[in-house]
């Protein structure tokens, strides 16, 4: 019997999957998993996810650095907003990161009940795929999505991670296939159809449309970052 | 400006619309929205839609035939089942009929801040699509899903008929775009691709599977039934 895949779409989807005994793949590709990836690229000792801009300042004291948007604008006092270049640009060795994003965030707080809980991104997702493997359990895609609306990118990166997969695991549920058809009749051409996606659109308005291209690029590290109880540690 | 396109790919998301001043599209394909046409092309006076069995019982006693089924099986002591077979084959010539069934009700009954709620089956995409254009309005593909569940066959559909529409229409949300990239991966390859899905599977279990050829074929009919007040008519 071939392992699962299933796909969540939105996170106001999430409660119709069984995650107990499966690995869950937080999946917010504009832009928070791919900037947490990014921190871990650039040597990050760790990083803690928060829902409220609030709870994550308070995190200073603690040391930490503070990254955050909201509406993908940075948040003024904080140290990082949700641009993946700034994670890279900046001297982030062995500093731990309280990061605030409204819908990745979210995703990785409602998958507790998983076994393992992953960060995937385009630009590490052959690592992703491959932890998957290694686990030998059921995956759940989990799409973060874009104020509880299925977004383009995140079903994109389903559908390139369930490539990556078959033939030796099976499509459990229609938003798998979905997802594969999606990268199927995109594949090679990112850009091009993500450039149409509403949430593009919106992050071009904000001009940092550049980061469109550094989060599609696939297969740039093999850094897998995994949630631990409060933690994302690699 | 261009009229927009917007899809909703499950009732769990539809609280994300605004539906007020738009035509919304009911999709069920498999098969409650197939059949409502069906019964139509059949010559039927009227249908009217429950959400719950013994609502739907009730109306006998009003002289309506009864239709419907529960996990795919028609109800023991109804008059038709969920099978487009069943509406082309029995005598429906100006008769009332209830159909209770447990996705389509929910998105009909789920809809009725839009200004037109039309239904929508493979078996009148194109007619379906003039009434959009006729209209002048703004349009939302409301696909009843499975349980709650996105499903391929009303993606599909809403993928095929935003094809029909675009390039006068112009898509707003990344659903839509997802749907018209999934049509376009399966273009004249629907069965193919659905004797995939997790439904057709269920229905292939049911022995019911023969359906699933009559509910993919396109434009067989010019009928569009609509919502009006308790009623779906032509």
């Not at 900037?35 to 990083?47: I, P, Q």
């Amino acid at each position: 019997m071939k392992p699962g895949v299933e796909t969540c779409l939105s996170p106001e989807l999430i409660d119709q999957f069984d995650l107990e005994g499966k690995v869950v793949v937080i999946i917010d590709v504009l832009r928070a998993t791919t900037c947490m990836v990014a921190a871990f690229v650039n040597h990050a000792d760790h990083l803690r996810a928060f829902e409220q801009v609030e709870e994550c300042r308070k995190m200073r004291a603690k040391g930490y650095l503070l990254a955050g948007e909201r509406n993908g604008e940075k948040i003024g006092d904080f140290d990082l907003g949700n641009s993946p270049r700034e994670y890279l640009n900046m001297d982030l060795k062995g500093k731990a990161v309280a990061i605030t994003t409204t819908n990745g965030t979210r995703a990785i707080h409602s998958s507790k009940e998983s076994s393992i809980r992953l960060i995937g991104a385009f630009t590490n997702k052959r690592a992703v795929a491959n932890k998957i493997r290694a686990s030998g359990l059921p995956v759940v895609f989990y799409c973060a999505g874009w104020k509880g609306k299925v977004n383009l990118e995140d079903t994109l990166l389903s559908g390139a991670l369930i490539e990556e997969l078959l033939p030796d695991f099976q499509c459990l549920d229609d938003s798998s296939l979905l997802a594969h058809s999606v990268f199927k009749e995109n594949r090679g051409n990112y850009l091009e159809f993500l450039k149409n996606a509403s949430h593009v659109k919106r992050l071009g308005n904000l001009h940092q449309g550049d980061d469109l291209e550094y989060c599609v690029s696939e297969n740039l590290t093999e850094m897998v970052p995994f949630v631990e109880g409060d933690k994302i540690l690699v």
